[in-house]
């Protein structure tokens, strides 16, 4: 199973992103989904996760901020991202069931 990520780039603070990340097979339906990101100096840390049963949970520094979906048709997961922080820059990548990873997309926020 390949993980293809997209849509990270350059925005300025307050703005928003959506990345996307699409399987090259049918494997959501069961499984669970996650976005790690990992920051320059710093350790890989999960941001958003949705359950098989499409529950979802978030960590703490961006609850209210990410929302993390998926569009099973479509063999793809989102995180879409809103009033991003320059602390939120980082490689994000996606994850199915923590066995199947995407090679990472980077996010900058800067003025």
Known sequence: VQL??????????????????????????????GWFRQAPGKQRELVASMTPYGSTNYADSVRGRLTISRDNAKNTMYLQMNSLKPDDTAVYYCTIANRFWGQGTQVTVSS
Do not use: D, K, M, W
């Open 4 to 33: 293809q990520a997209s849509g990270g780039g350059l925005v300025q603070p307050g703005g928003s992103l959506r990345l996307s990340c699409t399987a090259s097979e049918i494997i959501f339906s069961g499984n669970g989904l």
